[in-house]
């Protein structure tokens, strides 16, 4: 018994030794214009998670990647390996430097220093006679000149449209992915073809029409690894957006398509002959369509926000004085559609003057989810003196669709106000001038227009005879 817990600690110990090792290997320093170079990234004693792209070099152009993986025990101590190769095929000939670059593998930095690679006439192909029948190589070689037959090598693979949700209420968000998936019993050789442009297409034809969309930006497609259906596969997301729908209509997704290259590869392979040849293949996405329901009742249920929210607020001062200016800011924290979020609805009145607030918001998309902040800072004044709670004016109303009802964010901070009343100052403050104050004087009788112009007429018939009478008088004497 003792030499079997022996035997079990030291491959135990000797697992733990196998330490995660990253390196970058360049190809040879000399190829045929014909021929590929590569940039081998191995992973050894760890699972190779994630990677950034290679780099671009100077007169040669991608041309795929493969890759290649293996387990090994040697003296009960497990190693493992695996690889990812790019392939570079020369524009030209000449001598090329490829310069120094870093890759993020795994989240580790990785350097290469770069090397000079000299590119070389296209390699000819020798014919070459059989000699010997009973040499196993000689068949090897003069196979060449035979037509190389390529098979099709089935895809372990699929492209699905996921939501997060299949139901949802009017402005509650639920969480778009379109993905491609790769198993990891895959033999197929595939890279992605035109995706830029493919990707243009798709979204033009997924993207509803009745949302407010919040798109996570997807710039680099790294493979991850998922379980699905108790198997594991490498999940690459090509597109990924947050959808918050305005109205009821059902929103529908159709099933689009994802052209993919993939290599047959030669049924009879050589040393020196073409071992795959480059052909395409489509895969498709499955409908689905999401329900939205209706928020219930209520007065404010056309313009609340959706989501799950909390309060977070800040008060300079809660003791003041009667027009003492102070600042408070109203942050509302959560998941949702921040950019939605409306200030509160601060009721008027001679208390305290509130000023529009200044906003500011803070959207962080990741997880799968949208998250963020949206604040609102108001500059205040109080007129009148007493005790008050800040939640009786300041309050924001939302419905919490996991809890299926509506909820209120209020205040609860409360100030003091001392000093003298502001009231007599507001009232001053909106005096509207003297024509208004005579109006309490004024007879309240109607009066007919066409009686004032008549009156008017004959006062002044009466004036205009007084200065001719005065003139005769005058001029008599």
Same mark, same amino acid.
């Given at each position: 018994?003792?030499?079997? !817990?022996?035997?079990?600690?030291?491959?135990?110990?000797?697992?733990?030794?196998?330490?995660?090792?990253?390196?970058?290997?360049?190809?040879?320093?000399?190829?045929?214009?014909?021929?590929?170079?590569?940039?081998?990234?191995?992973?050894?004693?760890? =699972?190779?998670?994630?990677?950034?792209?290679?780099?671009?070099?100077?007169?040669?152009?991608?041309?795929?990647?493969?890759?290649?993986?293996?387990?090994?025990?040697?003296?009960?101590?497990?190693?493992?390996?695996?690889?990812?190769?790019?392939?570079?095929?020369?524009?030209?000939?000449?001598?090329?430097?490829?310069?120094?670059?870093?890759?993020?593998?795994?989240?580790?930095?990785?350097?290469?220093?770069?090397?000079?690679?000299?590119?070389?006439?296209?390699?000819?192909?020798?014919?070459?006679?059989?000699?010997?029948?009973?040499?196993?190589?000689?068949?090897?070689?003069?196979?060449?000149?035979?037509?190389?037959?390529?098979?099709?090598?089935?895809?372990? #693979?699929?492209? *699905?449209?996921?939501?997060?949700?299949?139901?949802?209420?009017?402005?509650?968000?639920?969480?778009?992915?379109?993905?491609?998936?790769?198993?990891?019993?895959?033999? *197929?050789?595939?890279?992605?073809?035109?995706?830029?442009?493919?990707?243009?297409?798709?979204?033009?034809?997924?993207?509803?029409?009745?949302?407010?969309?919040?798109?996570?930006?997807?710039?680099?497609?790294?493979?991850?690894?998922?379980?699905?259906?108790? $198997?594991?596969?490498?999940?690459?997301?090509?597109?990924?957006?947050?959808?918050?729908?305005?109205?009821?209509?059902?929103?529908?997704?159709?099933?689009?398509?994802?052209?993919?290259?993939?290599?047959?590869?030669?049924?009879?392979?050589?040393?020196? %002959?073409?071992? =795959?040849?480059?052909?395409?293949?489509?895969?498709?996405?499955?409908?689905?369509?999401?329900?939205?329901?209706?928020?219930?009742?209520?007065?404010?249920?056309?313009?609340?926000?959706?989501?799950?929210? $909390?309060?977070?607020?800040?008060?300079?001062?809660?003791?003041?004085?009667?027009?003492?200016?102070?600042?408070?800011?109203?942050?509302?924290?959560?998941?949702?559609?921040?950019?939605?979020?409306?200030?509160?609805?601060?009721?008027? %009145?001679?208390?305290?003057?509130?000023?529009?607030?200044?906003?500011?918001?803070?959207?962080?998309? #990741?997880?799968?989810?949208?998250?963020?902040?949206?604040?609102?800072?108001?500059?205040?004044?109080?007129?009148?003196?007493?005790?008050?709670?800040?939640?009786?004016?300041?309050?924001?109303?939302?419905?919490?669709?996991?809890?299926?009802?509506?909820?209120?964010?209020?205040?609860?901070?409360?100030?003091?106000?001392?000093?003298?009343? =502001?009231?007599?100052?507001?009232?001053?403050?909106?005096?509207?001038?003297?024509?208004?104050?005579?109006?309490?004087?004024?007879?309240?009788?109607?009066?007919?227009?066409?009686?004032?112009?008549?009156?008017?007429?004959?006062?002044?018939?009466?004036? !205009?005879?007084?200065?001719?009478?005065?003139?005769?008088?005058?001029?008599?004497?």
């Amino acid at each position: 018994m003792k030499l079997l !817990l022996s035997c079990i600690t030291i491959l135990i110990l000797s697992f733990s030794i196998s330490a995660q090792e990253i390196r970058i290997d360049l190809g040879p320093d000399q190829v045929a214009v014909n021929q590929y170079f590569t940039i081998t990234l191995t992973v050894e004693n760890e =699972r190779l998670k994630n990677y950034s792209p290679f780099p671009e070099i100077p007169g040669f152009v991608k041309r795929g990647t493969s890759s290649s993986s293996s387990t090994n025990f040697i003296n009960g101590q497990m190693t493992s390996s695996q690889s990812i190769i790019q392939n570079y095929q020369p524009t030209k000939e000449g001598n090329f430097r490829i310069p120094a670059f870093t890759m993020t593998v795994n989240s580790q930095e990785i350097s290469s220093p770069g090397k000079v690679v000299k590119v070389g006439p296209a390699m000819q192909q020798r014919r070459r006679q059989r000699r010997n029948p009973f040499d196993p190589f000689d068949d090897l070689f003069n196979n060449r000149s035979q037509p190389t037959e390529f098979i099709d090598v089935q895809a372990d #693979a699929f492209l *699905a449209l996921t939501t997060g949700k299949s139901e949802v209420y009017v402005g509650e968000g639920f969480t778009t992915t379109l993905a491609f998936y790769v198993a990891e019993t895959n033999r *197929a050789d595939m890279r992605f073809y035109d995706l830029g442009k493919q990707i243009t297409e798709i979204v033009k034809q997924i993207k509803p029409t009745n949302c407010w969309e919040e798109n996570f930006n997807i710039d680099n497609i790294n493979g991850e690894p998922v379980t699905v259906n108790n $198997r594991t596969f490498t999940q690459y997301k090509i597109f990924q957006a947050t959808y918050y729908p305005l109205n009821t209509d059902p929103i529908s997704f159709p099933s689009v398509p994802l052209k993919l290259i993939k290599y047959k590869v030669a049924k009879n392979p050589s040393f020196f %002959g073409r071992n =795959r040849q480059e052909d395409f293949e489509t895969f498709y996405s499955k409908a689905k369509t999401i329900t939205i329901k209706e928020l219930p009742p209520h007065p404010l249920k056309e313009s609340v926000a959706v989501g799950n929210y $909390r309060l977070q607020e800040n008060l300079t001062n809660s003791n003041l004085k009667t027009g003492q200016s102070f600042n408070y800011s109203f942050d509302v924290l959560g998941e949702g559609n921040i950019s939605a979020i409306e200030a509160p609805a601060i009721p008027t %009145g001679i208390d305290f003057d509130f000023y529009a607030p200044n906003v500011k918001q803070n959207i962080k998309r #990741a997880n799968n989810s949208v998250r963020g902040t949206k604040a609102f800072s108001y500059y205040a004044i109080p007129n009148e003196p007493g005790e008050y709670d800040l939640g009786d004016f300041i309050y924001w109303i939302y419905f919490d669709p996991k809890k299926e009802e509506y909820d209120t964010l209020r205040s609860r901070y409360s100030v003091n106000v001392s000093g003298e009343s =502001r009231k007599n100052e507001y009232i001053l403050s909106n005096d509207l001038g003297s024509f208004y104050d005579r109006i309490e004087f004024e007879d309240n009788n109607l009066t007919s227009l066409d009686e004032s112009s008549f009156i008017q007429i004959f006062a002044n018939i009466f004036i !205009l005879a007084m200065f001719a009478i005065s003139a005769i008088l005058v001029f008599k004497k």
